[in-house]
């Protein structure tokens, strides 16, 4: 079975980066759309950058222009890569992908656990 697991949260300062990890194991012949969501306690889950096959990212407003979204398919890694941090980037970051586990061009869709990330003053 097909497994996301983050990485590379932590406590860091105002201003500063983290590049958070998203590692698939497991049968992933091919990973499609990918999308990093956070979450904050009483609080939906929102999007925070997405990247679908084509190469086309889109990002929520609160965070263009500091962090980018990518992935490495030899990896079968998504990688979010946070620059000069904000207080209201505390969240736990969700990763999620569509991912091929037969090669039949069908997909599931996958979460991993989260990783918690607080940036403090």
Do not use: H
């Not at 990973?31 to 979450?39: L, T």
């Not at 997405?50 to 222009?65: C, E, I």
Request: proline residues 2%; hydrophobic residues 35%; contains cysteine.
């Amino acid at each position: 079975q097909v497994q996301l697991v983050e990485s590379g949260g932590g406590l860091v300062q105002v201003g500063e980066s983290l590049r958070l990890s998203c590692k698939a194991s497991g049968r992933v012949f091919n990973i499609y759309d990918v999308a990093w969501y956070r979450q904050v306690p009483g609080k939906q889950r929102d999007m925070v950058a997405t990247l679908n096959r084509r190469g086309w990212t889109d990002y929520a407003v609160s965070v263009k222009g500091r962090f980018t979204i990518s992935k490495d398919n030899a990896k079968n890694t998504v990688y979010l890569q946070m620059n000069d941090l904000k207080p209201e980037d505390t969240a736990v970051y969700y990763c999620n992908a569509d991912i091929d586990t037969t090669g039949t061009y069908n997909w599931n869709k996958y979460w991993g656990q989260g990783t918690q990330v607080i940036v403090a003053s």
